[in-house]
């Protein structure tokens, strides 16, 4: 925990405790609950991840494009609450060059980053595999049909794991 100057709320003299998120919100100029907090990426991408596991616990093999749709759209919100949490700007996370939607740039710029311990290379030939997918949009229009998608019980514990060390950062 890092301690800041009392806010204009506290009673003077007592400090206020935040936690690391939020200093570096603060260090970035960011508000805690603005558009671009990493506590946003992290609390959409929660309830993406969410929606995709009920899907998988029932066991809805015809449901499977969208169960993946929504681990995806998980790893990238994930992916972006991670990169604003090391500092990465927002138009940074914007530029195409970067990332925008392209997962494989963005877990390459979260593994130059962040503990290898979660950017595996086993995460990162899933994020490979998947992102041809994702990135085409073959998971909202199956506009090729010619991808056949893998185990997803694997690709599910990798977002777990960095969802599970992005909710340890709050």
């Given amino acids: 925990m890092n301690r800041c ?13 935040i936690s690391s998120l939020e200093a570096c919100e603060r260090s970035c100029g960011l ?6 907090s990493p506590r946003n990426f992290w609390a959409l991408g929660k309830k993406f991840l969410k929606a995709g596991k009920i899907l998988s616990e029932q066991r809805q093999h015809e ?22 949490v090391r500092g990465v700007s ?13 997962l494989q740039l963005g877990f390459k710029t979260a593994r130059e980053l962040g503990p290898a311990s ?8 899933w994020v490979e595999f998947v ?16 991808f056949t998608l893998a185990d997803f019980p694997k690709l599910l ?12 950062q709050f």
């Fill in 5 to 17: 100057k009392p806010s204009s709320k506290a009673p003077v003299g007592s400090p206020t405790v």
């Fill in 131 to 146: 992102n041809q997918i994702y990135r085409q949009r073959d998971l909202q229009y199956t506009n090729t049909g010619r």
């Fill in 118 to 125: 979660i950017f595996t290379d086993e995460f990162e030939k």
């Fill in 157 to 168: 514990s990798h977002v777990e794991i960095l969802a599970v060390w992005l909710e340890g």
């Fill in 63 to 84: 449901l499977e494009w969208p169960m993946y749709f929504l681990i995806c759209q998980a790893l990238e919100l994930y992916l972006k609450c991670f990169l604003r």
């Fill in 31 to 36: 508000t805690p609950l603005g558009p671009d």
């Fill in 90 to 102: 927002v138009k940074d996370l914007k530029d195409r060059k970067k990332f925008h939607h392209d």
